[in-house]
């Protein structure tokens, strides 16, 4: 039996669906992403089984039962929330004992538990200072903490890491795959930052409008996206208008805008004449100099229109024969950019058959 | 340079002062030809272009302080005059004070005003810090109307729209029943608290409105029923809010006027009406003295309400 | 919240006393008086009863108050020197709060509660006690009982109340867009006009209606400071009540009065709005 199950919820707030017939399942000890722009409904989603929103159609289930009377007081889950939400007349240890005086805990119960959790998150000398004597990444471990330090069923994270600074946010990233897995609770983390759900997670939900677009492993949701949303909201993508030539079920022939005919491997719904779009991620794209020997199945000559040199890697944008444009990345290897090609040079651009994803409309 | 000039409009205001002490018009004309003095001298100053704006901004504000505390000053200097007529200084005395203190008349106008202060601001207190809390939570749609409209209108309609329902309906509807409903202390106490919710509430939404929110949800989420979220959480954060709105109720309550005239009725006595009544009938520097006590009285209010709640009383506006 | 049945008894629980308090003392009471207006006077003075108890006796609704009103062209006199004084008193405490905001906003944030406290200290002080400085003042320059001591009354109360308001909105202002309008030419007095004051409109509309709807329902500073011909719309009403016992006559000009600041309200607001919007 999955821990969450939430079955074909809905939420409407006047005429607009905010979440539209969702249904998930989270299983017990998973890292589970909601991920998907503002205004997809995660975050309803969040406080729905947190207990602050009743949905109008559909039921919420924890380990089989029915949460719709539950108060969220009640219910063993616990929130992190976007702003920590820590109390300010409240020392950082009275604020992580909080739950367990609340479901009436033996103070000595209390004093270890306290110990252990502050311990957990590296604050162990901060118990008596106030939340605005603490940085913004201690307060973060203190909101942490305190929502774990009873073991609830599961966590609710919404952006925990949106207020931080870059560095210190991938610092946390590490730290809280870390924490999940020595603790075991089961993380539900929201969040509208595609890289870090491809880092953190087990299994994420990719969301859109109230819907969800695809709920699968990270690399699966990278690799095989399976709509045109996907594709465009994760990472990076080419995406080029095409139809299909010929279908078969051991690949397609696809005529691309602006390109030509190209291989890809076989999608489902995809017939003759389909309209879709072909995706390809740059780091699939290898760029060459002009009349490489190439053994790769796509390959098509251009020439460099412009690039973007970010330190480690550098995508070059290149515009081709029959008009379209593809972004190619390559790594520097070499110290200082590796002077590659410049703006306006010919060069030969491939990628192998099945790095091209065909998505139907 | 521009001090100068700023300096040469002080001592042109403090000659003003002066000429209300001494009772005489000439400081007066001294002191405003002082004034222009300054003023024309900033004028005609070739200096720093730049500091131009700033030094009318400091002209014109000297000036603005001046003219609000000159009268407050003058009253309560001649509080220690000894001279029966409030004209010019004579010398110094405590008489006016110790006149007061055997004042019956007074010292019971004086109990009754505490009395009312303190009864109308406690339950004027707990009616809006309700109020405030409920309008942050909930945002009703009548209460807001009804809570605001008593503190932006003119305190004359209050007066006399309560006027008529204590005499002409709530008299006439409790008489039956054996009780004999009159102004008085109650109608008063009534009528304070009607005004000081508004207050209250003000401060204690204003109060509200500054704290993040998403604090009482963690409360529920972490095992708070809504009642020990309440009492561990909302009550602790507000409080500061709801001492200064006790403060500034009961400010109100001493101080209030014109609600007081209309719903007192004949025999009760509160301190503004006495004073009023000595303005009117027999002005002596007695007046000036309980004046300055008052004063004191409502300065250590708001200095207090101050310290406790500092956003609160910007809020106000 | 999760069970919106607990949700809703929490509601009505804090709601609730303050509604039914102020609907019993203060809704109620205003529309006694509304009622009031359109009956008769009482024999001994108050209000007549609404059915007659003795046959030939006056009872019931009239329009008589508003009849007397309309009829006589002393009391549009009044309500139309009553609009004078207010706007007279909002002027000159704008030209005096104006400065004095300006200049408290514009200093070292550590000064600024300082000289903020110092405005409302006279806040402090009585209102009679206000007052009866005045009278202090203008006894020996023989300029008592004079409209001018009722106008310098009117300001002396009321200037707090434009200066709070004024100061929180210039608080807020950018000083950017002052170095940015300077970087683009504009001198000092330009800069004060096209930038400061229109982006001020909101807080100078605040403080205006902060003062002029007091000033206009004002009796006792035209009594005490006044001479006879002084009388505001204040004092007419405080002489119905009170003098002449002629209630629903003076519930008549209360409703007046009502509409008139009800009215300046309107206005205000839709300003403060279309300023915000227009500059």
């Known amino acids: 039996m999955p821990l969450l199950d939430i079955r074909n919820v809905t939420r409407r707030f006047g005429a607009l669906a905010a979440v539209d017939n969702v249904s998930l399942t989270i299983e017990a000890g998973e890292f589970f992403t909601l991920l998907g722009p503002s205004g997809c409904g995660k975050t309803t989603l969040l406080r729905m089984i947190a207990g602050f929103d009743l949905p109008d159609a559909g039921a919420i289930l924890l380990d089989g039962r029915d949460l719709a009377d539950t108060p969220p007081e009640k219910r063993p889950i616990h929130t992190v929330f976007q702003s920590y939400a820590l109390f300010p007349h409240m020392t950082v240890a009275q604020n992580v004992a909080f739950p367990l005086k609340m479901a009436g805990k033996p103070p000595a119960e209390i004093g270890t538990k306290l110990k252990e959790a502050l311990a957990q998150v590296h604050l162990e000398d901060k118990g008596d200072q106030y939340p605005h004597e603490l940085s913004g990444g201690q307060k973060q471990r203190v909101a942490l903490a305190r929502a774990l330090v009873n073991r609830p069923r599961v966590l609710l994270l919404d952006e925990p890491l949106g207020a931080l600074d870059a560095k210190l946010r991938e610092e946390m990233q590490i730290e809280l795959i870390g924490l999940q897995r020595e603790v075991g609770v089961t993380f539900v983390f929201v969040t509208h930052a595609q890289a870090e759900a491809l880092a953190l997670s087990h299994r994420i939900a990719v969301m859109n409008a109230g819907r969800i677009e695809q709920l699968d492993e990270p690399s699966k949701i990278y690799g095989f996206p399976k709509n045109r949303f996907v594709a465009d909201f994760i990472g990076h993508c080419n995406m080029l208008e095409a139809a299909v030539i010929e279908a078969s079920p051991h690949g397609l022939r696809l005529d691309v805008k602006g390109l030509g005919e190209v291989s890809a491997p076989a999608a489902e719904r995809a017939r003759a004449r389909s309209a879709g779009v072909l995706a390809i991620r740059p780091e699939q794209v290898r760029i060459a100099a002009a009349d490489t020997a190439h053994e790769l199945a796509n390959r098509f000559a251009g020439r460099v229109q412009d690039f973007l040199y970010v330190g480690d890697v550098t995508t070059y944008l290149v515009e081709l024969a029959n008009g379209a444009r593809l972004e190619a990345l390559l790594a520097n290897s070499a110290p200082g950019r590796a002077r590659f090609f410049e703006v306006g040079e010919p060069v030969e651009v491939a990628w192998r058959r099945d790095a091209g994803v065909f998505l139907p409309d | 340079m521009r001090k100068l000039a700023l300096g040469v409009e002080a001592a042109g205001l403090l000659a003003i002062f002066w000429s209300f002490l001494a009772g005489d018009a000439r400081y007066a004309a001294f002191g405003v030809g002082a004034a222009l003095l300054a003023a024309a001298a900033a004028i005609g100053w070739r200096g720093e272009r730049r500091s131009l704006p700033r030094f009318w901004l400091w002209f014109a504000s000297l000036a603005a302080y001046a003219f609000l505390y000159i009268p407050l000053a003058i009253v309560v200097i001649f509080s220690f005059n000894d001279s029966k007529l409030n004209a010019e200084w004579v010398g110094f005395t405590l008489d006016w004070y110790h006149r007061l203190a055997a004042n019956e008349s007074m010292l019971q106008a004086a109990a009754n005003s505490l009395a009312i202060a303190l009864l109308a601001s406690s339950i004027a207190t707990v009616l809006g810090t309700m109020a405030g809390i409920a309008m942050h939570r909930f945002r009703p749609r009548l209460l807001p109307f009804l809570v605001f409209t008593p503190v932006a209108m003119p305190e004359i309609l209050l007066g006399v729209s309560l006027l008529i329902f204590f005499l002409n309906s709530a008299k006439p509807l409790l008489a039956p029943v054996g009780i004999e409903f009159d102004l008085g202390l109650l109608t008063v106490i009534l009528a304070h608290i009607t005004f000081s919710i508004g207050f209250v509430a003000i401060i204690v939404r204003a109060r509200l409105a500054g704290m993040d929110d998403s604090i009482f949800e963690a409360a529920r989420d972490l095992g708070a029923t809504p009642w020990q979220s309440f009492r561990l959480v909302t009550f602790p954060l507000v409080l500061p809010g709801i001492i200064a709105g006790a403060l500034m109720a009961f400010t109100l309550s001493i101080d209030d006027f014109v609600i007081t005239f209309f719903t007192v009725g004949v025999g009760t006595k509160t301190l503004p009406l006495e004073i009023y009544t000595m303005i009117k009938v027999a002005v002596t520097p007695e007046v000036n003295a309980i004046s300055t006590l008052l004063m004191l009285l409502t300065l250590a209010m708001i200095v207090i309400a101050g310290r406790v709640a500092p956003d609160a009383l910007r809020a106000k506006a | ?279």
């Not at chain 3, 200049?103 to 209102?127: E, G, Q, T, W, Y």
Request: proline share 7%; net charge positive; aromatic share 14%.
């Open chain 3, 1 to 279: 919240m999760a069970t919106s049945r607990a949700a809703g008894r929490t509601r009505w629980l804090v709601t609730g006393p303050p509604f039914v308090f102020l609907v019993l003392f203060f809704l109620v009471p205003a529309l006694i008086m509304v009622v009031a207006s359109f009956r008769y006077p009482g024999d001994f003075g108050g209000l007549a009863p609404l059915a007659p108890a003795k046959p030939g006796e006056e009872a019931g609704l009239t329009l008589d108050n508003y009849r007397m009103f309309f009829s006589d062209w002393i009391y549009f006199q009044i309500f139309l020197k009553s609009f004078g004084v207010a706007a007279i008193t909002t002027l000159v405490c704008l030209i005096i709060a104006y400065p004095l905001a300006a200049l408290i906003a514009r200093s070292p944030k550590r000064h600024r509660d300082l000289m903020v406290l110092l405005c409302v200290l006279p806040f402090a002080s009585n209102f009679l006690v206000r007052v009866y400085a005045w009278m202090i003042m203008l006894g020996p320059f023989d300029l008592l009982f004079s409209q001018f001591a009722v106008l310098a009354g009117m300001v002396y109360v009321h200037l707090p109340f434009m200066i709070l308001p004024l100061y929180t909105n210039l608080e807020k202002h950018d000083p950017m867009l002052l170095d940015a309008a300077q970087d683009l030419g504009a001198n000092g007095w330009q800069r004060f006009w096209r930038v400061t004051f229109p982006l001020s409109a909101p807080g100078v509309f605040a403080g205006s209606a902060l003062v002029f709807i007091p000033v206009l329902g004002m009796f006792a500073i035209p009594e005490i400071l006044g001479g006879i011909g002084d009388w505001l719309v204040g004092n007419m009403i405080k002489e119905a009540f009170l003098g002449v016992r002629d209630w629903p006559f003076g519930s008549m000009l209360s409703l007046m009065l009502t509409v008139c600041v009800l009215a300046i309200a309107g206005v205000a607001t839709w300003l403060a709005r279309r300023g915000v919007a227009g500059a």
